[in-house]
């Protein structure tokens, strides 16, 4: 590829186009987090709306409809900026620069925040740039990667989504998942002395990384090693992310690469997929072998997204702990909910960086790994996967992944939302009802198990060790299970499904089906409340329980994303103190009240 082939999709076009699906989303986002107030505008059809900069010179004028949970869906082809009386082009980093007070981005975040929106809009233009999969194309294939690389949105929320700072063009090109580019993941011999590798139960090292590289590879590993006089059982063996190897370990720990405590062994021989999670890559040459997820040193939507090496050495243990939870509870398995277990974990301790840093600094996670289990071999005849956030997917004509699949099975909406809500929000109410755990569930966190025909069998839920939590302080939980243990207060506890499946899943699939036009408001939100009634009935004995926790309370907090992101788009959350970072600016009225 030529220097100039690599920018080829920022084209006049795209970038205009770019802009404005930019600008829909933060006016519709920022309006339900009550950072922009928009005002009504007289019309027939009552439906136009006005925002205006700090100043008050410059105003965006749009179309919008308002729909349950306070969600503005914006028509992008009706956004126009005005200023003296002038129709001005749409541009999104002027737009935060007229808005910085609003949106409150002070000074030192504002170039950088605008530098994630630049990368966001850059990448936005590269999906434009490729061939148009519609809805209905990706409801019919089988092929889970094509799914997964075919997203345009990433987290529905957040406005600067995929900002990815410290990726180059020619990087981007080789490792964002909508690119599709196949990977080899370079491989690092570490030390005993400063690595540790843990594994679930019935794995051990050799044999796990023998079936995982292959014995080929194995040996041309060992034999790098010994070509420099080292012995091979001194080391452990880490997959890297090959930009974390050219941009990170190469230079900032050059001092253990000059002293053999890490020694470069080159690519192995499986290419991956990057998955919408970036850092985490699914093996296309043998899809039954195991996911492998890598430190990565790059910002991405609010944190660093390196891999802690302390906290690998938990992670296998806390999988087995929750998938035996789960085998042993007939409401979980009933449901058909499964895990995708992180198995084996592998961390290498920086000892200097560690000696100078807290347990949370990016420089004691830039190099650790896990492998989680693909769901590939657990499939039955006929079924086929996709990630939940692909519910949310819409193409270029406007209709919605979830609708096309809706249509594909033949199902009325609520026979189809029945399965899928009984599949993923039954497991989400039974384990906080029954166990006070939670999840974090969003659209990339689960993976969907569809028929032939793309309704929802099961449910299969991911990213385990660093996202579940369990919130009863009493809670009998193994030692090395001890550390998801989380002190939330009781009035915030059921945020972690209004919050988390409500606002921000359930808002925008309810919103997308609407704008479809295949279900109104009422029956979709009234599918979720008999899922929920449901589920109630099923246990009688967690009546006290239901009491307590109210899933038909009037109202519940408005905990908002935006807001952290804008505050400190470098670490958003006090991993200390997750509950107390919080933004929660008043309510929202609950649509199954």
């Given at each position: 590829m030529s220097i100039a082939d690599a920018v080829s999709h920022l084209t006049p076009d795209h970038w205009a186009e770019a802009n404005r699906l930019l600008i829909r989303k933060a006016l519709a986002e920022f309006a339900h987090e009550r950072l922009l107030t928009p005002d009504p505008v007289e019309s027939e059809a009552g439906d136009r709306y006005v925002v205006r900069s700090d100043d008050g010179n410059t105003s965006y004028r749009f179309a919008a409809r308002r729909l349950r949970l306070d969600h503005w869906q914006v028509s992008a082809d009706s956004v126009t900026r005005h200023r003296d009386g002038t129709e001005l082009p749409l541009n999104a980093l002027e737009f935060f620069i007229e808005m910085k007070d609003a949106l409150g981005l002070s000074e030192s975040i504002l170039p950088v925040y605008l530098e994630e929106i630049s990368s966001t809009l850059s990448g936005t233009c590269y999906k434009l740039a490729k061939p148009d999969t519609t809805a209905a194309e990706l409801a019919a294939t089988d092929d889970f990667q094509a799914i997964e690389t075919g997203m345009t949105e990433g987290h529905p929320c957040f406005v600067a989504n995929n900002g990815r700072l410290g990726f180059g063009i020619h990087e981007y090109l080789s490792y964002a998942p909508e690119t599709a580019s196949p990977v080899r993941l370079i491989w690092l011999a570490a030390t005993r002395e400063r690595a540790a590798f843990t594994a679930g139960t019935g794995l051990e090292y050799e044999s796990f990384l023998r079936a995982e590289l292959g014995e080929k590879t194995v040996e041309r590993f060992d034999a790098t090693l010994r070509e420099q006089g080292l012995d091979p059982a001194d080391f452990l063996l880490i997959p890297v992310h090959p930009w974390q190897w050219w941009n990170k370990l190469s230079v900032t720990f050059a001092a253990e690469v000059a002293q053999r405590h890490l020694v470069c062994l080159g690519e192995g021989d499986d290419e991956?997929?990057?998955?919408?999670?970036?850092?985490?890559?699914?093996?296309?040459?043998?899809?039954?072998?195991?996911?492998?997820?890598?430190?990565?040193?790059?910002?991405?939507?609010?944190?660093?997204?390196?891999?802690?090496?302390?906290?690998?050495?938990?992670?296998?243990?806390?999988?087995?702990?929750?998938?035996?939870?789960?085998?042993?509870?007939e409401v979980l398995k009933g449901t058909g909910l499964t895990i995708i277990r992180e198995r084996a974990a592998v961390g290498y301790r920086h000892l200097e960086y560690e000696a100078a840093t807290d347990r949370y600094s990016p420089y004691r996670k830039m190099l650790a790994a896990l492998w989680r289990e693909s769901p590939v071999p657990s499939l039955a005849p006929g079924e086929r996967l996709a990630t939940m956030a692909s519910l949310l997917h819409v193409d270029r004509e406007g209709r919605s992944l979830a609708g096309a699949l809706i249509e594909r099975s033949g199902l009325t909406p609520t026979e189809w939302l029945k399965p899928y809500l009984r599949a993923y929000l039954t497991p989400l109410l039974h384990s906080f009802y029954a166990y006070d755990l939670v999840f974090m569930p969003h659209g990339e966190n689960v993976i969907l198990v569809l028929d032939e025909r793309g309704t929802v069998q099961r449910a299969v839920f991911k990213d385990i060790a660093e996202e579940i939590a369990v919130m009863d302080p009493d809670a009998v939980l193994p030692p090395k299970v001890d550390r998801i243990r989380a002190d939330?207060?009781?009035?915030?506890?059921?945020?972690?499904?209004?919050?988390?499946?409500?606002?921000?899943?359930?808002?925008?699939?309810?919103?997308?089906?609407?704008?479809?036009?295949?279900?109104?408001?009422?029956?979709?939100?009234?599918?979720?409340?008999?899922?929920?009634?449901?589920?109630?009935?099923?246990?009688?004995?967690?009546?006290?329980?239901?009491?307590?926790?109210?899933?038909?309370?009037?109202?519940?907090a408005l905990s908002c994303l935006n807001r952290l992101q804008l505050r400190n788009n470098e670490q958003m959350v006090d991993l200390a103190d997750p509950s107390g970072a919080l933004q929660l600016v008043g309510d929202l009225d609950n649509p199954i009240a």
């Open positions: 991956y997929l990057a998955q919408q999670s970036i850092r985490t890559f699914f093996n296309t040459t043998d899809p039954a072998k195991h996911y492998v997820k890598t430190a990565l040193s790059v910002i991405n939507m609010g944190f660093m997204r390196g891999l802690s090496a302390a906290y690998m050495e938990a992670t296998p243990a806390i999988n087995d702990w929750l998938a035996a939870l789960i085998e042993n509870d939330v207060p009781d009035d915030m506890k059921l945020l972690s499904i209004f919050t988390d499946v409500f606002d921000c899943f359930f808002r925008f699939l309810a919103a997308n089906l609407v704008g479809d036009g295949v279900v109104d408001e009422d029956t979709f939100w009234a599918a979720v409340a008999d899922c929920v009634r449901d589920y109630q009935a099923s246990a009688p004995q967690l009546a006290d329980k239901f009491a307590r926790f109210d899933m038909f309370a009037p109202s519940f």
